[in-house]
Nanobody, 115 residues
Framework: QVQLVESGGGLVQPGGSLRLSCSASGSVFSFYAMAWYRKAPGKQREWVAGITSGGSTNYEDSVKGRFTISRDNAKNTVYLQMNSLKPEDTAVFYC?????????WGQGTQVTVSS
């Protein structure tokens, strides 16, 4: 089990940017593929972006070109840089392993895109 704490969310205007961080416990963090997920109101939680232990990345189509996932294994941290945010990006964002494990879900961080 990995303990995960997300941070960096907030209220931003359309077109703005935010950088989310996910701090993980445990010395084996670098071996895990990690991902960001989000849950919008009235919708199921969905996978947004993933990064392998080697640094290869992949993105859900709606965020390609706008979001960038990265990791710093020395800091046990995964990041999600979000640019050109849209109102439809409003959601609670979570990080987890990829694929996700139920026991790893944290509290998430709220991202609200609104003028």
């Amino acid at each position: 089990q990995v303990q995960l704490v997300e941070s960096g969310g907030g209220l931003v205007q359309p077109g703005g940017s935010l950088r989310l961080s996910c701090s993980a416990s445990g010395s084996v963090f670098s071996f895990y593929a990690m991902a960001w997920y989000r849950k919008a109101p009235g919708k199921q939680r969905e996978w947004v972006a993933g990064i392998t232990s080697g640094g290869s990345t992949n993105y859900e189509d709606s965020v390609k070109g706008r979001f960038t996932i990265s990791r710093d294994n020395a800091k046990n941290t995964v990041y999600l840089q979000m640019n050109s945010l849209k109102p439809e990006d409003t959601a609670v964002f979570y990080c987890n392993t990829d694929p996700a494990l139920r026991e790893n879900w944290g509290q998430g961080t709220q991202v609200t895109v609104s003028s």
